[in-house]
């Protein structure tokens, strides 16, 4: 009770503030505390108010930090609030004023619990960005490199936690007051968005991501990723190399500096590329304030707190549904949707299939450079809501990154297909990953991981028939207690073993 009432004073503010920007909409079509929210549509309006997802990306910004993360959160989820007002969520701006240079100081000096001086031999106070979460301070090292600074914001860890409880309250009232959203896991959505939020405020976590993807790309000298200082990184502070260039969407000062958009264009989209199929691990806040063009031309990416992963068989069937789309084969993208668990299996193939040609048909016969596979998947995802499909946070979230990159790159080069430079790098994984060749490697690699388990699996089945016969009781009423011999169960786990080895080994002929 308690609890409720905490969480309906906050909701009164926050729809009080949602009222003033004409963004009542969410509360109102999820159903919650309708009392409530008509008393905050009496909230007197604010002038010049734009589109429906503008107002309310305004309105989470004057909320605050979780509120504009929650709101980059819900970019991916068109599903629940709207392709228009999704879109417009994208393009949430993820600025706040800054907080002091003294509080950046104390911050550092009590995370490594030493002066600052004895870290930085030069510091500047005023930072270059503020954001929801943190900001970023240039310096010089002692030792003399450059470098950027990002710091958490103060008290950014308590408010998250107050906000989140809040978030957790509103999804079980919605699941409670709209039984059909429970399709759309709402509470998972939050349990989601929370694990994502605790791993931006562990800027550890942030830096990790900047080293792998940085060792990902080692051996690529046109896309590189900032070197971290991890002896001045903690949870709450980060230091990276310094990184000086261009926007990549600031076009004129780039072929001012003499580069060349296209070929920025072409290194930007196989590196993400391979992040998404080769590697299953992506950049996935893609503005072009996170990709920077130096002197060299070289592409750099910056802020990794937003991450994606796939896993190898999500790449797979991915790979497979665009390869279906590109050849027309809708019976083939069907068939992967239900093999992959997508679909369930009392659904009808032939009816997907023809639900699948309704989407494909209209995006590819589109000019060349106007195809979006991110507007595809988008479609694709939609039309599964009628097929019962569960949603899938990991293409959602892919879905987001790929309109962002889609658009970035229209804007380096409208009249080219970000997918069409990337060709020869799409070819090569397939050649790699999905012919003859990559399934027989499959069974071989699937065959030997099985073989190396089997010991394992009979031992613990040996253990467990073991345990069974040592704690049967006697019966009196039943007769004397049957022992069950232990060599006849050596002799059918054999048999066992021989038979999965046997059957596995068929699949490679």
Not at 264 to 271: E, F
Not at 471 to 487: E, H, K, S, T, V
Request: proline share 5%.
């Amino acid at each position: 009770m308690r609890r409720s009432l905490k969480n309906i004073g906050r909701l009164v503010r926050i729809a009080w503030i949602l009222g003033r920007y004409d963004a009542l909409f969410l509360l109102k079509d999820a159903k919650i505390a309708p009392s409530v929210t008509w008393i905050a549509g009496l909230a007197p309006r604010r002038r010049g108010l734009g589109r429906q997802g503008e107002r309310l990306a305004v309105a989470l910004q004057v909320l605050g930090p979780s509120f504009i993360k929650f709101g980059q959160a819900l970019s991916t989820r068109p599903d629940l609030i709207g392709e228009d007002v999704a879109r417009e969520l994208t393009g949430l701006q993820d600025r706040l004023p800054p907080f002091s240079g003294k509080a950046a100081r104390r911050i550092v000096e009590s995370e490594f619990g030493r002066p600052l001086d004895t870290l930085f031999s030069e510091f500047d106070i005023e930072p270059v960005a503020a954001a929801s979460i943190a900001q970023v301070h240039l310096a010089r090292t002692v030792d003399g490199d450059a470098v950027a600074v990002k710091i958490l914001r103060p008290g950014i860890e308590d408010a998250f936690t107050r906000d989140l409880e809040l978030f957790y309250w509103l999804a079980e009232l919605s699941e409670r007051a709209l039984p059909a959203w429970r399709r759309l896991r709402p509470v998972e959505i939050i349990e989601t968005f929370a694990e994502s939020a605790a791993m931006e405020m562990d800027l550890r976590i942030e830096a990790a991501a900047a080293t792998e993807i940085g060792e990902n790309f080692a051996d690529d000298p046109m896309y590189c990723v900032p070197r971290v200082d991890w002896q001045r990184t903690s949870q709450r502070v980060m230091t990276l190399e310094r990184v000086e260039g261009v926007s990549i969407d600031e076009l004129e000062k780039l072929k001012e500096a003499g580069h060349d958009p296209r070929e920025i264009l072409r290194i930007a989209a196989g590196a993400f590329f391979r992040q998404v199929f080769r590697d299953g691990f992506f950049h996935a806040d893609l503005h072009a304030g996170n990709l920077l063009v130096d002197t060299q031309g070289r592409v750099n990416a910056l802020d990794f707190g937003i991450m994606g992963r796939l896993d190898r068989e999500t790449r797979h069937y991915l790979a497979e549904m665009l390869l279906g789309f590109l050849t027309s084969d809708y019976e083939r993208v069907a068939e992967v949707h239900f093999e992959a668990g997508y679909v369930p299996r009392h659904k009808s193939k032939a009816a997907f299939t023809h639900a699948v040609r309704s989407i494909g048909e209209p995006i590819l016969g589109k000019p060349l450079h106007e195809i979006s596979f991110g507007q595809l998947l988008g479609h694709l995802l939609k039309v599964t809501k009628t097929f019962e499909m569960e949603t899938q946070p990991q293409l959602l979230l892919l879905q987001k990154t790929l309109l962002m990159a889609e658009g970035m790159c229209r804007h380096l080069s409208p009249e080219e297909n970000m997918w069409v430079l990337a060709r020869p790098e799409i070819e090569g994984w397939a050649r790699e990953n999905l012919g003859p060749e990559a399934r027989l490697r499959d069974v071989v690699t699937e065959t030997m991981t099985m073989l190396r388990r089997l010991p394992r699996m009979l031992e613990r089945a040996e253990r467990l028939l073991e345990k069974l016969d040592s704690d049967a009781a006697p019966d009196d009423a039943a007769g004397p207690r049957r022992n069950i011999p232990l060599g006849g169960v050596h002799a059918a786990l054999g048999v066992i073993a021989a038979l999965l080895a046997a059957l596995l080994i068929l699949q490679l002929t």
